[in-house]
C-alpha cells in the first residue's frame, strides 16, 4: 500500500459538474493539504488540515469545498469550476513537531482536473 | 507574501554534464527543502536544510543553505538519465502546530539525455 493514494487520477468535467477528488494516507500523519500545481505557476497551497480541523484556507474559491472526516482521509469537492480551474490536485501528509520547522511532506500521485 | 525564484527554468544537458540549479527568495526561512518531481508523480523530498551555511551530500547531489537562510543550491555531478525531472526548492517557517507551512518555488526543469 503506497503511503498517500489519491483518486481518480484523471478527471474530466464541464463546469455545471460536481465531483469529488478523494485522498487517502496510510503513514499515520496528522496533517493533510491540498496543492494546485499549474503549468508555469509555483505549486500553490489551497488548504490545510490538523488534526482533521481546518487550519488554513489559501482565500481558496467556494467552488472547491475541502473535507475531512478523519486524519486519513481528505476530499476535494468540486462544482461550478472554471477553465482555468484546470490543473493537476496534489494531495499531502505530514507529522513533525513545531520545533523542527517545516517537516517533509509525502505527496501522492495527482489528480489531472480537466475543465471543460 | 515569500517568493522563492529558481534558476534557471529549463535545463537540457548531457550524459556526464554537471550543472546547478539556484533558488532564491529575500525572505528568511526557518529550513529549506528540495523535492524532485517525475512525470504523472508527485514531489519526493531530497533533502532538508536547517542552518545557514549547511552543505548536505546525497550521492551525486550536493545541497547548500545560505548563510543568511535566503537561498539554496543544487548541484548535480555528472548527470545521468535518471536525474530528469522537476527540482522544487520550499522554504518553510516555523509552525505551532503540527503542519508543515512551505512556500515552493517556481522549479527547475531538467532533462538530461544520453
Known amino acids: 500500500e503506497t503511503g498517500v493514494t489519491q483518486t481518480p487520477r484523471h478527471l474530466v468535467m464541464g463546469m455545471t459538474n460536481k465531483k469529488s477528488l478523494k485522498c487517502e494516507q496510510h503513514?499515520?500523519?496528522?496533517?493533510m493539504y491540498w496543492y494546485k500545481q499549474s503549468a508555469k505557476k509555483p505549486l500553490e497551497l489551497m488548504f490545510v488540515?490538523?488534526?482533521?480541523?481546518?487550519?488554513e484556507n489559501n482565500s481558496v474559491p467556494s467552488r472547491f469545498s475541502p473535507e475531512c472526516p478523519n486524519s486519513s482521509h481528505l476530499f476535494l469537492h468540486l462544482h461550478t469550476l472554471q477553465p482555468e480551474d484546470s490543473a493537476l490536485y496534489l494531495c499531502?501528509?505530514?507529522?513533525?513537531?513545531?520545533?523542527?520547522?517545516?517537516?517533509?511532506?509525502?505527496f501522492g500521485e495527482g489528480s489531472r482536473l480537466t475543465v471543460l | 507574501t515569500q517568493l522563492l525564484e529558481q534558476s534557471p527554468q529549463f535545463l537540457s544537458i548531457q550524459e556526464g554534464e554537471n550543472l546547478t540549479v539556484y533558488c532564491n527568495s529575500s525572505?528568511?526561512?526557518?529550513?529549506l527543502q528540495w523535492y524532485r518531481q517525475e512525470p504523472g508523480e508527485g514531489p519526493v523530498l531530497l533533502v532538508t536544510?536547517?542552518?545557514?551555511?549547511e552543505v548536505k551530500k546525497l550521492k551525486r547531489l550536493t545541497f547548500q543553505f545560505g548563510d543568511a537562510r535566503k537561498d539554496s543550491s543544487l548541484h548535480i555531478t555528472a548527470a545521468q538519465p535518471g536525474d530528469t525531472g522537476l527540482y522544487l526548492c520550499a522554504g518553510g517557517r516555523m509552525t505551532t502546530g503540527t503542519a508543515s507551512k512551505l512556500t515552493f518555488g517556481t522549479g527547475t526543469r531538467l532533462q538530461v539525455t544520453l
Open positions: 525572505s528568511v526561512f526557518s529550513s
Open positions: 503513514l499515520g500523519h496528522n496533517a
Open positions: 488540515y490538523n488534526f482533521k480541523e481546518q487550519t
Open positions: 536544510v536547517v542552518t545557514g551555511g
Open positions: 499531502a501528509s505530514s507529522q513533525h513537531l513545531p520545533s523542527q520547522g517545516a517537516g517533509e511532506l509525502f
